[in-house]
Each structure stands twice: as structure tokens, then as C-alpha cells.
């Protein structure tokens, strides 16, 4: 049976969407015309006046494999659904009122299924006009003015004889106005044989019959004509008819059609119908499009050919869409492609190992498509993108960093082959499988960049410290890892090589007091050398493993009633708590006489001890001397303690009370602060006559005159007497300036209040700077002050301390006042002032 497609001057659109399905060909319609009422619905025409409800075509079909077949209708968005369809009998009925003055074409996606693959097609149906409609004059009336020399008929009367004849010149065209209304008015004379003025006329109309004639050629209706051969079209089918009518309706004559040229040989016309047939494969067709000129010929009856008309009919050879592209490999075709290849390829490197053609049998616009991957973006690109028939496809790195064997050991990609400008879109898969083999491309890297760990000082040699861990995601050997330790806190520690354990050396021994932080680096290196580093910070817990001890001092304390005095040991430990010392009073003979600081080890007599007397009330023994057991206990754990026996000599203040008298008993059992604030205090005041007189010297220096020596004696003033009662408070003849602080201690009274009795030699102060040396003075009878002359006048001091008086002049000094006496005369001479 020959599937010919037959067609007219209205064209229909076919969409066809096959879904591919490996061993399975898809169903399809059978096309059996526009005449038919089964097929595919194609060209299918319907009156407007169809009763809704009819049944009006059956859509046929059938599937290569046999498979049952279903069928469906769709509508395009927005569309009006006039049929509806039985899915198993194909059979579609009317379900919407036509009306063709509204949509004179409907189009519908019709659909054949097996199951596996459906083909769509996208039919036209025509709808017809019927005779329901009145006609309808518009715009009416209808106004016309003739000028009245113009005769608008055709035909002209004589006024005598009454003959009706047609008008010089004008022709009757049957094909235009078969029949003629003529009125004639026929009038009397008038009265003018009557003897008045009426004039009678009588009417009647003509109808004149126009008889046809053979002068009008044939004519072709529905041009222009276009008709289509397809690649299954057979040799001898029938591509389109071109009819031709006779202009002579009244006595038609038979219309002939014949081929004039454009053929070449591959077309044939039927002589009386005008069918077009193909007389060549589609194959054997040398042109896309071939212009076809036709010719219709009247003939008479007599065989006379009286008038003939030419058609131009283009067909146009088109390539059905019925081949998706198709992969194909060394050995024909072909859905999957294996590589095995090593991680990192050079980017822009092509993939040799894969030979992968892909083709379209189709040919032109169908044999257009375009091939993309599928699968993790960026890593390849597919050369070319856009293939036209066929190609060799390549594939080509892009991204070397993301073929990484530790993150993909087997890259998986879809080829796609999906055509361009067609309405199927028909399209391949193929799968690509790469396979990659590892190198070695990592570094060993540790868990951390730096470990911290912490150990206590008792631990044994050969104690674990701290576990470091490193991985290499390199298969085999390259993710072997070997650990290493260097730095030069390293030296007590070691390290295993295969499991990154930390331990000591088995001789080490862990003092926190000694070093309680270590540091060093650890390497983590795989078989290539290929390493990393990290830090390993290590710290020394301290552990309870000293006393308290007391300072050597401690025997012996001097008490003044009222001041404490203070005791101190100390705990070597390296951290608290175990170096926290608390301070308390084990024993006292007599007791109940002292209390003790827990945390500053300061001891005082109790509140009640005010004086000497109550002590005495308190015991026999004069001296007032106790011994008293202290206990200097850390809080570690286990705690550890000591103990000490402390003698305190408790005495009374005699001082009375002042601010020299406070700061003496504050620092009677540190004369050193002592010393040095003297010092600083006489430091100063040596300072500030030093800036006085080199004032007064440059101020001198730059007066213009010259004064006379004044003498200012200025009577000292008498200080008041000050009773200090104490005894064992003296000074000493000063040999130097820093000997006026040395403190000369009373035999009855202890060496050194609020102290340490054990030291027996005091300390030498420091030595206190040497002040410039003063002027000369003028021996005088009167010893209450001194004045030294200068160009503009004397600086006399407030008073003169009695110790510098007695002692005179030392030898360093006389030798400042005599330099110091030279450079004035010098100076008085450059300037011619006398001397002094």
C-alpha cells in the first residue's frame, strides 16, 4: 500500500516529537488523503453547519512491532478544543459548534502511541461555508446621478418602428450578466390631435437573454501551486493537481493539461485530471526545487484546441526529520566510551584515547545539530559544538586542577547530540567514562597547624605526650606517612615514626621550676619528600615537690609595741597553688600573747598589749624576750610545711611623735631606704644652689656695672629646743657627706628594730654626690653665720649646721674653695674689677 501525500493549495504544518527507546521503532498514522475519513486528519474538511455530536474521522494507525496503539487530540495554548477522541478506536467526534465566519481553520495536535515512543503531528481542518447567511445590502440607499447625455444601458429602441438593438460598441459578456431587463415606455402623440395637452404612454419590460459563446480561455483556480516530495515518497506518486475551468460557462469545452518544461524528466501530469506525479525516487531528484510550467488547453468537441491558459507549480524536494544523530565508535555504533588517564593532564590536552564520530543521515536543516557534556561543569570542553551531518568529535582539558584522583577516581559525562531548527529536536546520548589513575600530587598535612599538650613534672621517662596526626590522600606508597621532630626545644622528647606519638626520652626528667615550656616543630614527609610542618607547644605542670622555705634571717625579730614584724618563706613550686605559703603559730611560751597573718606572716601582739607593763604582768621573764614556733604551710596536694623557731624582743617607743619620728621607726629596720631618701633630700638642695649661683653668676657676668662689695650678714635663727628621748639614736662625726646618716645604735638596744637581728654589720649607704665646693668663708667673730661676697652681692644660707662647724674644712674641700677663688680673680682681672 503507497502512503502518498496529497496536496492542495491550503497547507497544513506537521510537528512530530519521537522519543527514542533502544530496539523500539516508533508508531505512525497512516496518510491516506484529504478525500479520506481515517488517517491522520490532515486536510480534513468539515461543513460549518456539522451538528455537534457527530462522529466525523477516525484517526488510524499502526506500530512497526505490532504493539496496541492509542491515540490523543491536543490544542496550542488558548485554543478552542472542538473534537474529542476514543484513545483505543480513534474515533473523533464534534464537541463545539463551527462557525467559519468566525475560524475558517483548526488546528490540532493529533498523537499516536505505543507505550514506548509517540509521534505528534500538527493538522490543519478546514471549515467550509454553508448557505446560512442572508445577503445584506450596506450603506444603503444607493444615490447615482447620470448626467443625462449619458445612457448607462446597452441597448437602444427605435422611437418609429420599435426595433431594440444593441448599442454601437458595446459587447454582451454572458460570464458576466446572462439575462437583461429592458423597459420600454411607449407614449401617444399628445393632444395635439385631441385638441389638448394630456399625454398618455403605456410600459412594458423587455428581457433579453444573452446566449453564450466560445470567447473566454480556460482559467486555473488556487494558484499559486506548491507541492512537496519527501524522502519516502515512492517513484509514480502522485505530488499535487492544478485544475483549470473553461471562462465559457454556458457550453464548456474539456480542459487538457500539459507539462511545457521544468520537469527534466522526473515529473508527469495527467493529460484530463492534472494530477502531478513523481516519476523518481526522491533520491534520484538532482534539485531542491523544481518550477514546473503547466499548460490547460480548451478543446472542442471536435478535437480543435480553441484557447488555452499557463500555471506555474513549484515543488520543493524536503528531507524528512526521521534520523536523530547517532554515535558511532571504531566498530560502528556506539553509546558508551571508556578512557583510563592520569589526574592532571596539561589543560588544552586532548583526549586521543576516545574515538567517537557522530552523524545524521538527514540531510539539510535536519542534518544540523549541536553537542554539548553533560556532567560536572568546566572540567572538558566537546570540539565542535555545532556539527552539520558529521564530525569527529574531540574532547579537550580545561580545568587540569579538577581531575583529581582523591576527589573522582571515575569521571562520568553525557554526550549530547540535540538537533537545532527542527520542530523534532530529535536527540542522542552517549555515555563517556574516564578512568583516572593517581600520582602523586599531595602533601602530607596535619590535622592542626600547632598542638598544645601538657605533662606533669613526676612523669617517667619514656611518657606519652601528645599523639600528632598527618594525612596524605595519595594512594599506596605516596600516602605513606614518616613523622619527624626537630627544633631545639626537642631535645627531650621523641617522636615515632609511624604513629606521630610524642614521648620523653627515657633518661629526660621534667623540672617545672627549671623549664616549664617547650617548643618544636614535627614533619610529616611522604616517600617523594614531599612534607609538611606543624607546632607542638608543650607545657610542664607544676607538681607539689617543694617546702616552704624560711629566709636565714628568721631566728631572731625586735617587736616595738605596736608595729609588727614579719616573717617570710618561700615555696620553689613554679604555679599556685602549690607556691601559695600560709603563715600560722604553733606553739608561743608564754602563749596567747601574739597573732600571726595567715597570708603576709605579719605577727603582732595582741590588741590587749599595750605597753611594757602588761607584759611584765604576763611573765616573770625581764627581758621580754619569746620564743615562737611558726609554721610556713603551701596549699599543694599533698601539702608540705615547715616550721621555725622565732625569739621576738619586744620593746617600747620612746620616740615622741612627728613626722621625723614616724619615718625613723618606719625605716629602723631598713636603713638603707632610710639613707637614700637622706640623700635624695640632700641631693636636691645641692642642686638647687648650684642652679642659684650659676645664676647669679652669668647674671653678673653680663652686667655693664660694677657694684660695690656688699657685706650682708644675716643673724642666724634660733631653732627651739627638741627633746627626743633616744637614746641609741646618734650621729656620727660626718667624714664625708654621707656619713652624717649613719645611725650609731645605743649597746643597750638591738641592732636593727622590726629586722633581722642576724645581720651585724649594717649596710653601706650610697654614697651621696659631692656638692660644689662654696666660697670661701671670712673668719668672724660672730660664729652665727657666714657670707660669701660676690660682684653684685653675698648669698647668705639660713643657718649652718653645727656638724659642718666643728668639723672644719677637709682637705678635698679647701682645694674646691681655692679653684673656686682663683677663677674669680682670673675673671676680675680680664674685666679690670679688683680683687676680692
Not at 627633746?723 to 641592732?751: I, Y
Amino acid at each position: 500500500m503507497k502512503h502518498v501525500r496529497h496536496f492542495t493549495p491550503s497547507l497544513f504544518l506537521s510537528l512530530v516529537h519521537v522519543c527514542l527507546v533502544q530496539a523500539n521503532y516508533a508508531p505512525y498514522f497512516f496518510d491516506n488523503g484529504a478525500g479520506s475519513t481515517n488517517g491522520n486528519m490532515a486536510l480534513l474538511s468539515l461543513s460549518e453547519d456539522t451538528p455537534v455530536g457527530t462522529y466525523v474521522y477516525t484517526l488510524n494507525g499502526t506500530d512497526p512491532e505490532g504493539d496496541p496503539v492509542t491515540y490523543g487530540l491536543t490544542y496550542e495554548a488558548g485554543s478552542r478544543r472542538y473534537f474529542s477522541v476514543d484513545r483505543n478506536l480513534g474515533n473523533v467526534t464534534l464537541i463545539e459548534e463551527l462557525d467559519r465566519e468566525k475560524e475558517d481553520e483548526i488546528e490540532v495536535i493529533v498523537s499516536i502511541s505505543d507505550g514506548l515512543s509517540t509521534v505528534s503531528e500538527k493538522v490543519r481542518i478546514l471549515v467550509t461555508d454553508a448557505n446560512d447567511e442572508s445577503p445584506e445590502f450596506i450603506n444603503t440607499p444607493y444615490i447615482v446621478q447620470v448626467p443625462e447625455n449619458i445612457h448607462a444601458n446597452k441597448f437602444t429602441i427605435d422611437r418609429h418602428s420599435g426595433v431594440l438593438r444593441i448599442k454601437t460598441g458595446v459587447t454582451l459578456d454572458y460570464e458576466k450578466s446572462r439575462t437583461h431587463f429592458v423597459v420600454v415606455v411607449a407614449k401617444d402623440g399628445g393632444g395635439k390631435l385631441r385638441g389638448d395637452n394630456k399625454v398618455f404612454s403605456a410600459t412594458t419590460t423587455v428581457t433579453v437573454n444573452v446566449e453564450d459563446v466560445q470567447d473566454t480561455p480556460p482559467m486555473f483556480i488556487g494558484t499559486p501551486y506548491y507541492g512537496y516530495v519527501y524522502e519516502d515518497t515512492l517513484a509514480g506518486s502522485e505530488v499535487l493537481t492544478v485544475v483549470a475551468l473553461d471562462g465559457d460557462r454556458g457550453k464548456p469545452n474539456s480542459i487538457h493539461y500539459s507539462l511545457v518544461n521544468g520537469s527534466e524528466g522526473s515529473f508527469e501530469i495527467s493529460n484530463t485530471t492534472g494530477a502531478i506525479s513523481v516519476i523518481k525516487s526522491p533520491n534520484q531528484l538532482k534539485k531542491e526545487v523544481y518550477e514546473l510550467k503547466v499548460q490547460a488547453s480548451e478543446v472542442s468537441p471536435e478535437g480543435d484546441v480553441s484557447a488555452y491558459a499557463f500555471a506555474m507549480v513549484t515543488i520543493r524536494v524536503v528531507d524528512l526529520n526521521n534520523h536523530p544523530p547517532t554515535f558511532y565508535g571504531e566498530n560502528g555504533p556506539q553509546n558508551r566510551f571508556e578512557l583510563t588517564m592520569y589526574e592532571h593532564p596539561p589543560e588544552g590536552e586532548i583526549l586521543r584515547g576516545l574515538k567517537i564520530t557522530v552523524n545524521d543521515s538527514d540531510q539539510g536543516a535536519n542534518a544540523k545539530f549541536n553537542l554539548r557534556l553533560v556532567g560536572p561543569g568546566g572540567i572538558f570542553r566537546v570540539v565542535p559544538q555545532t556539527v552539520l551531518n558529521e564530525a569527529q568529535v574531540t574532547i579537550i582539558v580545561e580545568n587540569s586542577a579538577a581531575i583529581d584522583y582523591e576527589k573522582f577516581k571515575v569521571l562520568t559525562f553525557k554526550l549530547l547530540a540535540i538537533e537545532v531548527n527542527t520542530p523534532e529536536r530529535f536527540s542522542s546520548t552517549a555515555d563517556v567514562v574516564i578512568r583516572l589513575l593517581d600520582t602523586n600530587d599531595n602533601v602530607p598535612k596535619f590535622s592542626s597547624d600547632y598542638y598544645i599538650a601538657r605533662i606533669p613534672e613526676n612523669s617517667p621517662g619514656g611518657s606519652n605526650v601528645v599523639a600528632v596526626t598527618a594525612t596524605d590522600p595519595d594512594s599506596g606508597l605516596w600516602g605513606e606517612v614518616k613523622y619527624s621532630i626537630y627544633g631545639t626545644g626537642a631535645d627531650l622528647f621523641l617522636i615515632h615514626p609511624s604513629t606521630g606519638i610524642i614521648y620523653t626520652q627515657p633518661w629526660a626528667v621534667l623540672d617545672a621550676e627549671v623549664n616549664s615550656k617547650y617548643n618544636f616543630y614535627v614533619k610529616a614527609e611522604d616517600t617523594d619528600g614531599k612534607y609538611s610542618l606543624a607546632e607542638v607547644f608543650i607545657t610542664v605542670l607544676d607538681v607539689n615537690d617543694h617546702s616552704p622555705e624560711f629566709n636565714e634571717n628568721i631566728q631572731e625579730k625586735t617587736m616595738i609595741i605596736g608595729s609588727p614584724v614579719k616573717i617570710e618563706a618561700i615555696d620553689q613550686d613554679a604555679e599556685e597553688p602549690n607556691n601559695i605559703v600560709d603563715y600560722s603559730i604553733m606553739q608561743a611560751d608564754p602563749a596567747n600573747v601574739f597573732d600571726i597573718d595567715q597570708s603576709t606572716g605579719e605577727i603582732k601582739l595582741k590588741s590587749y598589749i599595750r605597753s611594757l607593763d602588761i607584759i611584765h604582768n604576763i611573765t616573770k621573764n625581764k627581758d621580754c624576750i619569746w620564743s615562737v614556733v611558726v609554721q610556713a604551710k603551701d596549699r599543694g596536694s599533698p601539702s608540705f610545711s615547715t616550721t621555725a623557731v622565732l625569739k621576738i624582743d619586744i620593746t617600747e617607743e620612746t620616740l615622741h611623735k612627728g613626722p621625723m619620728a614616724a619615718f625613723l621607726m618606719q625605716t629602723k629596720d631598713n636603713p638603707m631606704k632610710a639613707l637614700g631618701v637622706l640623700a635624695g633630700v640632700m641631693g636636691i638642695m645641692v642642686l638647687i644652689t648650684i642652679m642659684i649661683s650659676t645664676a647669679m653668676f652669668w647674671r653678673n657676668k653680663r652686667s655693664n656695672k660694677i657694684m660695690p662689695v656688699r657685706r650682708i650678714i644675716k643673724k642666724r635663727q634660733t631653732q627651739p629646743s627638741r627633746t627626743v628621748r633616744m637614746e641609741w639614736l646618734k650621729f656620727k662625726r660626718p667624714n664625708n657627706a654621707a656619713e652624717k646618716f649613719v645611725v650609731e645604735d645605743d649597746a643597750q638596744s638591738l641592732q636593727n628594730e622590726n629586722s633581722n637581728n642576724n645581720v651585724q654589720v649594717a649596710p653601706v649607704p650610697p654614697a651621696a654626690p659631692v656638692p660644689p665646693p662654696p666660697p670661701a668663708l671670712a673668719p668672724s667673730g660672730d660664729a652665727s653665720g657666714w657670707r660669701v661676697p660676690t660682684v653684685s652681692g653675698s648669698l647668705t644660707p639660713k643657718f649652718i649646721n653645727k656638724q659642718l662647724k666643728k668639723r672644719g674644712h677637709s682637705s678635698a674641700h679647701n682645694a674646691l674653695v681655692s679653684e673656686l677663688k682663683m677663677r674669680f680673680e682670673k675673671r676680675n682681672a680680664a674685666i679690670g674689677e679688683p680683687h676680692i
